[in-house]
T-cell receptor, first 116, second 115 residues
Framework: NAGVTQTPKFQVLKTGQSMTLQCAQDMNHEYMSWYRQDPGMGLRLIHY???????DQGEVPNGYNVSRSTTEDFPLRLLSAAPSQTSVYFCASSQTGLASNTGELFFGEGSRLTVL | AQSVTQLGSHVSVSEGALVLLRCNYSSSVPPYLFWYVQYPNQGLQLLLK??????LVKGINGFEAEFKKSETSFHLTKPSAHMSDAAEYFCAVSHYGGSQGNLIFGKGTKLSVKP
């Protein structure tokens, strides 16, 4: 069982370049989300989705776009990368809406992005 | 809005000693509370959760946490630390439903275990 799969694991970009971080889950989870992790800052929510066709902003959405065309996939797009977006990005999914009775987020292994 | 404060960004204990990681939350409605663990170069995994049932919650690897409403706390404990417990621990809060159902994480506490 693959769970939540993120690609790529590592990426180096130049300022102004664009890229997409991929996230796929095979657990038929309705809820998916993207967090960024920075030293001393914990995890901060970028965008989330409660089902195909539905997305919403989290705490730090600026500079990022998302879409949810299928239940399985939730890509995160950086349209014009900036050094401030250097971070480790985590995709997470949950079986039911948000943190309901199950309350458990399943995380991918992370994508480490460096913007020069 | 809900929030989480973890006291101490770094905690060091000796192997066999008590582990105590502190978490205080802020919430205007009854919260759901969680502890997650992150091992180096890995994603987070759930240790335990409180969802308004028993106030003393037992998790994996011998960890437990007690929900204390009067103190707005959800501290994580383990009676005897093991070298394999060295990791970063995150407390998180959420509420059921709507945008408040998203997990809000604390800044994390890195646990070191000395031999």
């Amino acid at each position: 069982n693959a769970g939540v799969t993120q690609t790529p694991k590592f990426q180096v970009l130049k300022t102004g370049q664009s890229m997409t971080l991929q996230c796929a889950q095979d657990m038929n989870h309705e809820y998916m989300s993207w967090y960024r992790q920075d030293p001393g800052m914990g995890l901060r929510l970028i965008h989330y989705s409660v089902g195909a066709g539905i997305t919403d902003q989290g705490e730090v959405p600026n500079g990022y776009n998302v879409s949810r065309s299928t239940t399985e996939d939730f890509p995160l797009r950086l349209l014009s990368a900036a050094p401030s977006q250097t971070s480790v990005y985590f995709c997470a999914s949950s079986q039911t809406g948000l943190a309901s009775n199950t309350g458990e987020l399943f995380f991918g292994e992370g994508s480490r992005l460096t913007v020069l | 809005a809900q929030s989480v404060t973890q006291l101490g960004s770094h905690v060091s204990v000796s192997e066999g000693a008590l582990v105590l990681l502190r978490c205080n939350y802020s919430s205007s409605v009854p919260p759901y509370l969680f502890w997650y663990v992150q091992y180096p170069n890995q994603g987070l995994q759930l240790l335990l959760k409180y969802t308004s049932a028993a106030t003393l919650v037992k998790g994996i690897n011998g960890f437990e946490a007690e929900f204390k409403k009067s103190e707005t706390s959800f501290h994580l404990t383990k009676p005897s630390a093991h070298m394999s417990d060295a990791a970063e621990y995150f407390c998180a809060v959420s509420h059921y439903g709507g945008s408040q159902g998203n997990l809000i994480f604390g800044k994390g506490t890195k646990l070191s275990v000395k031999p």
